[in-house]
Structures are given as structure tokens and as C-alpha cells.
């Protein structure tokens, strides 16, 4: 998931993204949030060795950066 237009330094990537409206073709590898539908729901799965990023810095990422509800 990427907020900035040509930064490709600061991304997201959750394990599950579910976005507003039918899939495209061809499925895309990368979600853009200047150009592709609202992001509805991010899921993360904690485990042991993920749980401090997957619970907090990213958490701030996906509700302030890309603006995902849930």
C-alpha cells in the first residue's frame, strides 16, 4: 500500500486489504491510494516475532496515512 505518489520508500503491507468495489483486471500487485477504490478493512496477523510492529507503529500507518476505517 503506498500513500505518497512516486515515493516508493514508505509502504504498507497487510496481510489482508479489502477495498471498496469489484476487483480489476488483471489484479493488481500494489495498491495505490491516490488511484485505486477506498480501503476498507486491513487485517494483520500477530505472531511472537511481529507482534510490537504488526500492533504498533503500523496501526498508525493504516488509520492516519491511507485513512482505513477499520
Not at 33 to 60: C, H, M, N, R, Y
Request: glycine share 6%; charged share 20%.
Amino acid at each position: 500500500m503506498y500513500w505518497e505518489p512516486e515515493n516508493v520508500q514508505r509502504y504498507a503491507a497487510p496481510d489482508v486489504l479489502v477495498v471498496d468495489g469489484p476487483a480489476r483486471e488483471p489484479l493488481p500487485t500494489v495498491y495505490l491510494k491516490w488511484s485505486d477504490p477506498p480501503a476498507l478493512l486491513v487485517v494483520e496477523i500477530g505472531s511472537k516475532s511481529t507482534f510490537l510492529s504488526d500492533e504498533g507503529p503500523q496501526l498508525g500507518t493504516y488509520a492516519w496515512r491511507l485513512a482505513v476505517p477499520e
